[in-house]
């Protein structure tokens, strides 16, 4: 039986909010889609002098940035064509609304079939969390299955936080963790789910970069923050961007600094990250047991679906026509709940085509889990919306689409 691994990464900055003291503001600051004409090189020359400017997001054809209100100005003189995303960014974060606090407070939902304790209420997904009540949200929806689950704590972040993931084992015994709660509760009472998990293993880890992403540092310091908190000998930068240091095509130029300041910096040698060598000998362990059926890097924002590769236009995976037939039934089923379009293709052609195949911070961890783990299909999905930022209410919309999806692509493997 073939594994099926599900794993959220570092830079899904949609799923957290900002409530501790002194936080870097971004208040005034507007979001910008500015249209690339030149190539993304010629446009961060450009951006250079815009001392607080950051930049979001880019594609071969676009490039998303936030701009500080005392660079507004110098920002309009530059001409770029560009259309504006958010008049303030930091409305848009408060707009996220306030941590939600969680408590199992007794049986919400019962399970046929399967003796349990009960699940935790689905009021989970009304809002945002602290780092610690997703630990626990976790932990109470593996005990209301102990007979067919476990947690995992497969190593520790930087700052020695444990990369926490949930196993769902049939057969012998706020997305991800969405898709993980429909499984659980549809068990007793949906022939197709329990068809999944008779067929498939399946393994979430909602959080890898704990120190960060989503929870620690973004909740206290800075909400868009993406790299790890890792220092570096020799200079006072901090962090590296996690899916970029992934050993594998870490030697290609393109698409990552080797800047310890930049927010994609790779790091100064391939896997050196403490986050990515207790993934990788994680992925490493099942690829050489039972092996990868599917491997889903989510991220935000987008709306894409993205296969293999990101370092050449030309390669294809070895069964590439099937993956493209998946990716486009995929794409069908997810609108279907709410008619949101999400693109697909390889990584290259899809987004970076114009800039002659770049690496981006989706492209090793794929790449990796396609030629060296041996996964029949390594996809990145990148999340709805056009911001970091997502409402609340916006949670359950996306996880729904997510699902539907899923319960197309599973029987479809």
């Known amino acids: 039986m073939k594994l099926l691994e599900v794993v959220i990464a570092a830079t899904s900055l949609a799923s957290v909010a ?13 979001t910008f889609r500015i249209n690339v004409t030149e190539g993304l090189s010629s446009l961060r020359s450009k951006l250079a002098g815009l001392a607080q400017t950051r930049e979001l997001h880019s594609h071969a054809d676009h490039m998303d940035v936030a701009v500080a209100p005392t660079d507004i100005a110098a920002f309009e003189a530059l001409n770029l064509p560009n259309e504006i995303l ?27 079939e399967v003796t349990t304790s009960a699940l935790p209420s689905d009021s989970w997904f009304d809002g945002y969390h602290a780092y610690e009540d997703h630990l626990a949200f ?79 540092y973004t909740q206290s310091n800075d909400r868009l923050w993406r790299k790890n908190r890792m ?19 870490w030697e290609v130029s393109g698409g990552a600094s080797t800047s310890p300041s930049a927010e994609d910096y790779k790091g100064q040698a391939a896997g050196d990250t403490p986050e990515v060598k207790v993934l990788k000998a994680f992925t490493d362990k099942l690829a050489a047991g039972k092996g990868i059926k599917l491997y889903i890097d989510f991220h935000s924002y987008g709306q894409y679906i993205l296969l293999p590769y990101g370092y050449s236009c030309s390669k294809k ?56 783990a041996g996964t029949t ?9 056009n911001s970091f930022v997502l409402p609340a209410n916006q949670i359950r919309p996306s996880g729904d689409e997510i699902w539907q999806g899923m319960q197309y692509l599973i029987p479809s493997l």
């Open 317 to 372: 995976a070895t069964n590439d026509a099937k993956q493209e037939s998946l990716a486009g039934g995929l794409q069908s089923a997810i609108a279907k709940p709410n008619g949101k379009k999400f693109t697909y293709g390889p990584i290259c052609s899809t987004l970076y085509a114009a800039t002659g195949g770049s690496t981006d911070r989706l492209t090793r961890v794929i790449q990796y889990m396609t030629d060296v």
């Open 86 to 112: 958010d008049e303030d960014l930091g409305a848009s974060i408060a707009a996220e609304g306030p941590l939600v606090s969680y408590s199992f407070d007794g049986p919400h939902t019962a399970l046929a």
């Open 231 to 249: 220092p570096r000998s020799g200079t006072s930068a901090k962090g590296t961007d996690i899916n970029r240091n992934w050993p594998y095509k």
């Open 18 to 30: 900002v409530t501790a003291p002194e936080p870097v503001v971004y208040d005034g600051f507007k």
């Open 377 to 385: 299909y390594a996809w990145a999905i990148e999340l709805r919306g």
């Open 138 to 216: 976790i932990k109470d929806l593996q005990s209301a299955v102990p007979q067919n689950s476990e947690i995992l704590e497969i190593g520790a972040s930087y700052e020695g936080r444990q990369i926490t993931g949930l196993h769902l084992e049939w057969i012998a015994t706020m997305v991800v963790e969405y898709f993980a709660y429909q499984l659980v509760s549809g068990y007793g009472n949906n022939a197709t789910i329990k068809g999944f998990l008779n067929s498939y293993d399946f393994y979430f880890f909602p959080v890898v970069n704990p120190d960060v992403t989503g929870f620690k």
